[in-house]
């Protein structure tokens, strides 16, 4: 059975930093396309960062510059590295890992606040 497991969030003063980490589990992490989403109180989901099978990386324009994502295929393992956190960051970080035209994945969100 497939899994995903976020960990890393909490609570931190703008500025701040933190790293989040997407655990897989179930199924060939290598073959699937990846990505973070986000939702904040009152939004919307909406995509962070997204890493590819091939490597190929794209951000949200509020997220550039500030986080980085990255992958470890033999470790089965998704991260985002996040910098210069601010208040409008404060969000439910959820892992994602889909199959085109196939499965779909969601880790169940580990929350973020930044807050001073």
């Known amino acids: 059975q497939a899994h995903l497991v976020e960990s890393g969030g909490g609570l931190v003063q703008p500025g701040g930093s933190l790293r989040l980490s997407c655990a897989a589990s179930?199924?060939?992490?290598?073959?699937?396309?990846t990505k973070w989403y986000r939702q904040g109180p009152g939004k919307e989901r909406e995509l962070v960062a997204g890493?590819?099978?091939?490597?190929?990386?794209n951000y949200a324009d509020s997220v550039k510059g500030r986080f980085t994502v990255s992958r470890d295929n033999a470790r089965k393992t998704l991260s985002l590295q996040m910098n210069n956190l601010k208040p409008e960051d404060t969000a439910v970080y959820y892992c994602?890992?889909?199959?085109?035209?196939?499965?779909?994945?969601w880790g169940q969100g580990t929350q973020v606040t930044v807050s001073s």
């Open positions: 994602n890992a889909f199959f085109p035209a196939g499965d779909n994945y």
């Open positions: 179930g199924f060939t992490f290598s073959r699937f396309e």
């Open positions: 890493i590819t099978r091939s490597g190929s990386i």
